[in-house]
């Protein structure tokens, strides 16, 4: 069956579409190794690294039955089996050997264990002689929501790692995706930069840490290395005073040096530690629209 959801969503509008769950389970962190797929922090392919897994089933009705009976039923997943899956997802990857270049990416391996789970591709699409680890007729009906996220800790030269995330929201009647998401972040780089608009901000710089999120990714193959170096770079030759004109430079730098192929979302966030003493730090989130179908 060929999906009609062609249209990314940001993750936002994917979950407010799923509303208030009312029940919901998690697998957070789940450490172990990648090493036939995905790039380093240096860019280099396939180098073993550090992986973490999670994944988040929000379902359509409350755990009656399992709460009822203390016993696992139909209407709940276990933690424990759906950890295992993940691992067991993990260890079965292979990347294909056609030569193109999205082969072995992190988007690739996401793509693995959002197949092995649903049946499907991340674009919808049923998958042939997969025998998923959500049961036919499960989708919709006991899950309307599920978010898996593989996150590089070490993927990142001056943050705290890079992280893909899949997203969907399945029809409660029909149990096809209504609406999903494809995300990348690259979290809290960390560059001195010169901000602000007091005197003595003007004579030094100071920590920005900044945390880019890219929603739409159309392109499969690995890009955090080179948008990370196209935010870094605008960071270090900063002037601003405003971290409002900083943001918007530097969706204007990622604009310019990243080409979707289509529409796609940029959201900056940027913290200042040291610019007022007494709070943790200040923040200031801007984002936008990136019109990216002619380019």
Known sequence: MSSHISTLKTTFAVRTL?????????????????????????????????????????????????????????????????????????????????GDEADGSVQDVLAKLWGDLTGQDLEANEKEGVQAFFKKGTLGKTVRLLSVTVTLPKASLLGEGVSYTATAVFGEESGSVEARALQMKIVRLRVPTLIGVNKNEREAKQMVVTTVTLEGLN???????????????????????????????????????YVNAQDYHVHILMEKPIAVPLADCPIVEVRRLVKDYHR
């Open 18 to 98: 799923a509303a208030e769950l009312p029940a919901i389970v998690r697998v957070s962190n789940l450490q172990c190794l990648l090493s036939s797929a995905g790039h380093d922090a240096w860019n280099r392919p396939a180098k073993t690294q550090p992986c973490l897994l999670s994944a988040e089933v929000g379902f359509s009705s409350p755990f009656e039955s399992a709460a009822a009976s203390d016993k696992l039923g139909e209407d709940t997943v276990h933690y424990g089996t759906l950890s295992k899956a993940l691992l067991a997802s993990l260890d079965s990857y292979a990347p294909a050997s056609t």
């Open 219 to 257: 392109r499969k193959v690995d890009v955090f290395t080179k948008v990370e170096g196209i935010v870094v770079k605008a960071l270090e030759e900063s002037s601003f005073e405003t971290l409002e004109a900083l943001g918007s430079h530097l969706i204007d730098r990622v604009e310019e040096g």
